[in-house]
């Protein structure tokens, strides 16, 4: 391997190769003399080389470590020496000046020729810098052509790899217009306000009392100035087209603190905080939320225990969502307690900011919207990534079909499986243009400036999403918008809809809106969650010697069905201080364990606990007697199919099961053994089987768990809390 530089980088990387023996031999050489002959003494390479026709003649691997402006003379020199199918790549900041030069030398981008660029670095430099773990958990980006050769991109992202860096791929344009934004930009305005201040007359007393934001702010002004001077003019297109976008947004702070703002302060300020603490989370692409199927949690359960105490579980996902969404939607300043800090109603929270609605928190379940009115957003300024949330996707295509502007929704793995075409189509009914992906699936572009007319809509199935789909879009619609449903769903849009002024007429299975009208603010209180709360009713029902008590409890009756099937079943719940807040029925819940029997699932119990039926298939395990749940085919829409995933998971714990196309039939009374589970990134799939170890013999490992962050942030607490054995292992 030749190292033409022997700089920061350059000397990072040659001895990095030779910590991890990447290669045979690493020779360098450097213009400066000094530079090189230290090379040698502090062990950054083996051999020194006098020349670029020395050092590159006999390598496979030539890495430009220079200067970007220095480039083509480099490469002129490395020209006549480069062996037949050696690879050329470099570590420079900008890609396409690399490319431009290439192929000024060499006439073409030949496929050995890769470029390169380790996001890595530090403000000294020098060979006396270099450190052989600079690129260890820092990302390099290659940017091959599309005629690159295989094996040579195999081979050189294996020598990244072996240096500890994570590598990834991506277009020269794509490339210098992320850079320009995220790095050129940033040191560009460190160095200028630097400088702006060096250049007051008291810049003394100013330097002097400079507190650590200025230090920290301005750290990356120490930079070398040659390296940056050469990287603004090498990539001067897509730095110029970030400097403008800046000035522009500069000068509108500007303008609101002229006229004493307060509201756009406020908005920009709330938006770029939300923004920083998620910022890892953005730089892979994944607007502000995290893509949890990134990340690797997996739960480690010991058998047996009982469950005590007394918990208030996070607040209800569904009422968290549609919180945020009236409250934007609203006039005046909505505000919200309990709100569930969970990764789903996070990402609708940040879908708003990011059409301009201010939102102060989350803190400590404490939101506070300042509502924009029905026809106040605002365009964002790209997709709206909704995370795994199917109930963000639906109803927001409800209330973006309606826009004067485009918008698209995109999701993560899972949720890009899970049919749309259920809210498009009868979208498309009430005058909607909306685009899905094959089979009505995600990513859903919508195109904004479309007229909307009511339309009466008979549900085919049980659907609380379609239906507040719908309802979202009439509020905009000419004329009456009204759906029927084939058995309750959860009526949390209607109820909200009513607290917030709004009048929704319901008549038996149909509720009704007239298009025109508008929301006032309002103040919600969220309830617990009767989903997440269903996982300690079954873990407290089955663990023998238990008795918990969960507080503040959302009890709205269309979604009471986990305690009317448990108690069928014969548990022991008891219901306690039932209240009204807010316009949904409260109350404290006291579980006791008890014997459970087998029971035929009523299907009326269907739509008002179809997201407990994981748990509660744990629970007809731990029953005496068999159990048939009919007329549940939508649990293989969820965010998996919870019918497949929990027969298979329950297999691998040694628990035959029947699984029928709309349901599945428990022999209770089976042993649960020990096993690996997959919970194929589903949320209420990983939290049933951690209550499953209640009642097993074995030890239980569940993989796959970072997406119990979407419904139940602090679960793994709560349940080691109560007595359930669990670990988490894992994370970023
Ligand atoms: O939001 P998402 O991903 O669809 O979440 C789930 C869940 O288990 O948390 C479903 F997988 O809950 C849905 C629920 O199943 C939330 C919901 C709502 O808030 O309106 C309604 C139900 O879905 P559907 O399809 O019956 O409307």
Redesign the pocket.
């Given at each position: 391997m030749a190292v033409i530089g022997l700089g920061l980088i350059g000397g990072s990387l040659a001895k990095a190769v030779r910590v991890n023996r990447l290669a045979a031999t690493v020779v360098g050489t450097d213009t400066r003399e000094e530079e090189l002959a230290l090379g040698v003494e502090l062990g950054v390479i083996d051999e020194a080389a006098a020349s670029i026709a020395d050092a590159v003649t006999g390598s496979d691997l030539v890495v430009l470590a220079v200067p970007v402006r220095a480039t083509r003379d480099v490469l002129n020199a490395v020209k006549p020496y480069l062996s037949a199918g050696a690879v050329l790549t470099d570590v420079g900041s900008t890609k396409s000046s690399f490319v431009e030069d290439v192929k000024a030398v060499f006439g073409e981008v030949s496929p050995t020729v890769i470029p390169g660029h380790p996001i890595a670095g530090s403000e000294k430099s020098g060979i006396r810098a270099a450190n052989p773990d600079l690129f260890a958990n820092h990302k390099v980006i290659l940017t091959p052509a599309e005629n690159v050769d295989s094996s040579a991109l195999m081979r050189l992202r294996a020598l990244w790899e072996g240096c500890g860096a994570t590598v990834l791929t991506m277009s020269v344009a794509y490339h210098d217009e992320v850079l320009a934004a995220t790095s050129h930009l940033p040191h560009l305005i460190a160095f200028s306000l630097v400088d702006t201040l060096a250049g007051e007359d008291e810049n003394m007393d100013i330097f002097r009392y400079a507190a650590g934001g200025f230090r920290d702010f301005t750290r990356i002004a120490a930079s070398d100035p040659v390296m940056w001077h050469d990287i603004f003019l090498s990539n001067r297109d897509a730095v110029l087209r970030g400097i403008d976008h800046f000035t522009h947004d500069l000068d509108q702070l500007r303008t609101a603190i002229a006229n004493q703002d307060s509201a756009t302060l406020l908005r920009v300020f709330s938006r770029a905080k939300a923004a920083r603490e998620h910022f890892s989370r953005m730089l892979s692409g994944q607007a502000y939320v995290t893509n949890n199927s990134q990340k690797q949690v997996t739960f480690r359960l010991q058998p047996g225990g009982s469950v005590t105490g007394d918990i208030r579980v996070p607040g209800d996902?569904?009422i968290s969502?549609r919180s945020i969404m009236l409250g934007a939607l609203a006039e005046g300043i909505t505000e919200v307690k309990g709100f569930l800090e969970g990764e789903?109603s996070l990402a609708t929270l940040q879908a708003f900011r990011d059409m301009g609605v201010t939102i102060e928190g989350p803190d400590d379940g404490f939101v506070r919207i300042h509502g924009v009115g029905l026809n106040g957003l605002q365009p964002p300024r790209g997709p709206l990534y909704l995370g795994?949330?199917?109930?963000?996707m639906?109803?927001f295509s409800g209330l973006l079909a309606a826009q004067t502007f485009d918008s698209e929704l995109t999701g993560d793995s899972s949720?890009s499986k899970?049919p749309m075409g259920r809210v498009a189509d009868p979208l498309r009914a009430m005058g909607a243009v909306i685009d899905t992906a094959e089979g009505g699936r995600p990513p859903l572009k919508i195109r904004g400036g479309q007229h909307l007319t009511g339309i009466h809509y008979e549900m085919p199935?049980?659907?609380?999403?379609?239906?507040?789909c719908l309802l979202l879009a009439g509020l905009y619609a000419e004329g009456v918008t009204s759906v029927t449903e084939p058995a309750p769903?959860?009526d949390?849009t209607e109820r909200m809809l009513a607290g917030f002024g709004y009048h929704v007429h319901r008549d038996n299975g149909t509720a009704s809106v007239s298009g025109g009208g508008t929301l006032t603010a309002t103040a919600i209180d969220v309830p617990a969650d009767i989903?997440s709360a269903a996982f300690f009713l079954v873990a407290a029902s089955i663990a023998p010697n238990s008795e918990l008590v969960l507080r503040h409890v959302g009890m709205n009756p269309t979604r009471v069905g986990v305690i009317n099937i448990l108690r069928m079943m014969g548990a022991d719940i008891e219901v306690l201080a039932e209240r009204e807040i807010g316009g949904e029925p409260v109350a404290d819940l006291k579980v006791r364990s008890a014997q459970l029997k087998g029971i035929d699932i009523p299907e009326a119990e269907v739509?008002l606990a179809?997201?407990e039926f994981p748990v509660l298939f744990i629970a007809a395990v731990c029953a005496r007697g068999k159990t048939v749940l009919r007329g549940a085919e939508?649990l293989r829409v969820?965010?998996s199919d919870r019918i497949q995933v929990m027969a298979d998971g329950l297999a691998e714990l040694g628990v035959e099961t029947t699984v029928t196309p709309d349901g599945i039939v428990i022999e209770g009374g089976q042993t649960i053994g020990g096993g690996k589970v997959d919970s194929h990134g589903d949320?209420?799939i990983a939290m049933s089987f951690a209550v499953a170890s209640l009642c097993a013999v074995g030890d239980i490992e569940v993989t796959d768990c970072a997406n119990v962050a979407?419904?139940f942030p602090g679960f793994v607490d709560l349940a080691l809390q109560t007595g359930i054995r669990i670990a988490a292992e894992g994370g970023e």
């Open positions: 996902k569904s969502h789903d795994n949330s199917g109930t963000a639906r109803l949720l899970r199935v049980a659907s609380a999403q379609v239906k507040s769903t959860r949390h989903s739509p179809i997201d939508e969820k965010e949320h209420r979407t419904s």
